[in-house]
């Protein structure tokens, strides 16, 4: 079991719509990171924090904005939601900064439907 | 052209087939990550591999950074081994996680 919990596990939301998905990292893990998978791709890299500071970015958006809290856990913000924001949004959090040497532990992922 | 690229995109093999899948990538990288990802989204981490080979249980994963090529082996495949095998490296450039498509493997009794 990795550890890593999100919530909510599912969720519907419509065009315009604002939403926030949540993480719980892995106790000990000071770095998380967000992807999105839409249907039938690979995982697509959002950003990820460290120590509640964005650390790096993928090709995504300003709308796309995230948070991370003293705890570690994390948030994802999608402002206008759009249809093709409908995928399954991973979060996976990591032991040390950078990720290059350490393996991630990912959560089961919220699927999101926008309708 | 993507930066990875997997073969195949779908497998389908007898239970006890001995299954290969590859994985090639054009960038710079600092390590290779094998993971498993289940029907419904959940993923698991296999290996995570910066030289050299790696084993656990019947799995199997080796990496030529020469030749930017990586390889992960299943032995004995079983049923419960269906998923999607998906390779992703870590770009050396930055922090980065670039994933390639995956390949759906299927294990038939």
């Known amino acids: 079991e990795t550890g890593v919990t999100q919530s909510p596990t599912h969720l519907i939301k419509t065009r315009g719509q604002q939403v926030t998905l949540r993480c719980s990292s892995q106790s000990g893990h000071n770095t998380v990171s967000w992807y999105q998978q839409a249907l039938g791709q690979g995982p697509q890299f959002i950003f990820q924090y460290y120590r509640e500071e964005e650390n790096g970015r993928g090709n995504f958006p300003p709308r796309f904005s995230g948070l991370q809290f003293p705890n570690y856990s994390s948030e994802l913000n999608v402002n206008a939601l759009e249809l093709d924001d409908s995928a399954l949004y991973l979060c996976?959090?990591?032991?040390?900064?950078?990720?290059?040497?350490?393996?991630?532990?990912f959560g089961p992922g919220t699927r999101l439907l926008v309708l | 052209k993507n930066e990875v690229e997997q073969s195949p995109q779908n497998l389908t093999a007898q239970e006890g087939e001995f299954i290969t899948i590859n994985c090639s990538y054009s960038v710079g990288i600092s390590a290779l990550h094998w993971l498993q990802q289940h029907p419904g989204g959940g993923i698991v981490s296999l290996f995570m591999l910066s030289s050299g080979k790696k084993k656990h249980g019947r799995l199997i994963a080796t990496i030529n950074i020469q030749e930017k090529h990586s390889s992960l082996h299943i032995t004995a495949s079983h049923p419960r081994d269906s998923a999607v095998y998906i390779c992703?490296?870590?770009?050396?450039?930055?922090?980065?996680?670039?994933w390639g498509a995956g390949t759906k493997l299927i294990i038939k009794p």
């Open positions: 992703a490296v870590f770009l050396d450039s930055n922090y980065q996680l670039i």
């Open positions: 996976a959090s990591s032991p040390t900064y950078g990720l290059a040497q350490e393996t991630q532990y």
